[in-house]
């Protein structure tokens, strides 16, 4: 079975206070979580050790990073290397976020930079991809979609992107209120396997965790989730608040 994963993106919230709270919360909440359910907390960069920390001792939880810089270690004031985050036990990094795409300009090329670096550095990558609404009222979100996954993906090897995580967020629906019906879901991630396994084989494209993202919530987890190539969710708003997180983690199939 592929792994089923609730990946929270705090993004730039929370104080190290309420992330702590947050995090108390969850680990004091019955979640139904093993080696094939798991949870990743995004963690804003300030707080990764404190929850690193706290966190420990929970099997199957784990802390990312939202971002990491392509280059190993230099003049790069501001940024994070993958050495650094390796260096205080962090295990994934949510890259290509939509709001990384937009705001700081980062492209597919740049993103295949910062998948390989991570991998060389036995970090799990997140990556992320999806449409903006333009696109999609198009109706050509297979393509871009696809291209993303050829220009940031495809350089890898079989054994590389074997058991990979993507997230595929349809960018009109992030922080809207508007969310993709299960069906338009199911069609884009059941494509999103296809183009992968037209490129590496059906058993390298059943081992991909797919998750969707974009106003994913405690009424809609268990639907969304429920679609037969949707493997979670990467959550924004409403895993900052611990109740509704807790719902959507067990909401996993």
């Not at 198009?138 to 590389?160: C, G, M, P, R, W």
């Not at 998750?211 to 268990?222: D, E, I, P, R």
Request: charged share 20%; aromatic share 8%.
């Amino acid at each position: 079975m592929r792994k089923q994963i609730a990946a929270a993106n705090w993004k730039m919230n929370l104080t190290i206070d309420q992330a702590k709270e947050l995090t108390a919360a969850l680990l004091a909440a019955p979640l139904t979580t093993d080696e094939t359910h798991q949870v990743v907390l995004g963690v804003p960069f300030p707080y990764l050790m404190s929850i690193h920390e706290q966190i420990k001792g929970n099997e199957n939880i784990f802390v990312a990073a939202q971002n990491c810089y392509t280059k190993k270690a230099g003049a790069y004031t501001g940024e994070t290397s993958v050495e650094m985050l390796k260096s205080i036990g962090i295990q994934y990094v949510i890259l290509g976020h939509s709001e990384r795409r937009e705001y700081f300009n980062e492209t597919n090329a740049m993103l295949a930079e910062k998948i390989n670096i991570c991998l060389e550095n036995e970090l799990v990558p997140i990556f992320c991809c999806g449409e903006p609404l333009e696109i999609r009222e198009a109706a050509t979100q297979n393509e871009y979609v696809e291209k993303q996954l050829i220009e940031s993906l495809f350089h890898l090897t079989v054994d590389q992107i074997t058991g990979f995580i993507i997230a595929y967020e349809p960018i009109w629906a992030i922080g809207t209120g508007k969310t993709a019906s299960n069906e338009q879901a199911q069609e884009i991630q059941a494509y999103i396997r296809q183009v992968i396994a037209a490129k590496y084989g059906n058993t390298v494209a059943e081992t991909i965790s797919i998750l969707y993202g974009g106003s994913v919530k405690a009424t809609n987890a268990k639907d969304i989730f429920g679609q037969p190539d949707v493997d979670g969710g990467l959550v924004g708003g409403a895993s900052l608040i611990a109740a509704d997180f807790v719902t959507i983690i067990n909401s996993l199939k």
